[in-house]
């Protein structure tokens, strides 16, 4: 029996060795992308320029606005979603905008350059976790120093992603930032934001990269909201056995909004 779409981009992405998108991870470099030259033409819908049919619907071309800071104290490493992400865009024809930030204000310049021509949502790549106090937080940098820390219940914060992003969704690719609901829910509110989506356990690399390319693939090609992309993302890991490593009765992933 063939293989659907879905399960054809499932069996082609890349296997990383096990890495946690937490803080305080220094991890080695050897890593297996996925293969250029294997990948067959016309495995997933393609437009050129001007609009494309979504779901019985006309949209505009669909476009990924990713945001990606340190995932290792190693200057020299080359840890990163990027070339993960950037293979399915480009089989997918969706222009990816790939962008590394160390610090919540490198925003405001990634935002002006972008204009008025806002992407359908704004994704975050990081390290992720909670204090003592149970106050999550970002680490954009790559050491992993508590000055560093971007706290999302600080009200500079708020005001920095009000700022740039007010009325969009955004999904933090990052361990443990939604294990506590309250803060993120406030987060969201405050930010205006549309929707947060965010992981509420500890996640690997390859766990990280398979939910947001399924998740990719549900907005940019199946045309769902924010909302049923994450469901169909999050059903799609749960079928696959991924769940992640901890946060026992926790969902892999929250979405508030």
């Known amino acids: 029996m063939g293989q659907t779409p879905e399960q054809v981009w499932f069996s082609r992405l890349c296997h990383l060795n096990p890495r946690r998108l937490c803080t305080g991870q220094v991890v080695g470099n050897g890593q297996r992308l996925l293969d250029r030259e294997a990948k067959p033409s016309g495995l997933f819908p393609t437009a050129g320029p001007g609009p494309r049919r979504v779901s019985g619907r006309v949209s505009s071309p669909p476009r990924a606005l990713v ?8 200057l ?10 950037k293979n399915w865009c480009d089989a997918a024809d969706i222009a990816l905008a790939f962008k590394t930030v160390h610090r919540i204000e490198d ?12 992407p359908p949502f704004v994704h975050i790549i990081c390290h992720g976790d909670h204090d003592d106090d149970d106050r999550p937080y970002l680490l954009f940098a790559p050491k992993p120093k508590k000055r560093n820390r971007i706290y999302l219940d600080a009200p500079e914060t708020h005001t920095a992603f009000r700022r740039c992003f007010e009325g969009q969704s955004v999904l933090f690719s990052a361990c443990l930032v939604a294990k506590y609901d309250r803060h993120i829910d406030r987060f969201r509110k405050s930010a205006r934001l549309r929707y947060v989506a965010a992981f509420s356990r500890t996640v690997y690399d390859d766990e990280a ?3 947001d390319i399924s998740l990719y693939h549900s907005i940019l ?5 924010f ?11 749960e079928a696959l056995g991924i769940r992640g490593e901890v946060g026992r009765g926790q969902r892999l992933v929250k979405v508030f909004g």
């Open 227 to 237: 909302r049923a992309a994450l469901e169909r993302a999050r059903s799609a890991l």
């Open 221 to 225: 090609i199946a045309g769902l909201t």
């Open 76 to 85: 020299h490493s080359p840890r990163s979603e990027r070339d993960a992400l």
């Open 107 to 118: 925003f405001d310049q990634i935002v002006e350059a972008l204009g008025r021509d806002q």
């Open 67 to 74: 945001l990606e800071g340190s995932l290792d104290t190693a």
């Open 209 to 211: 990269i398979l939910f």
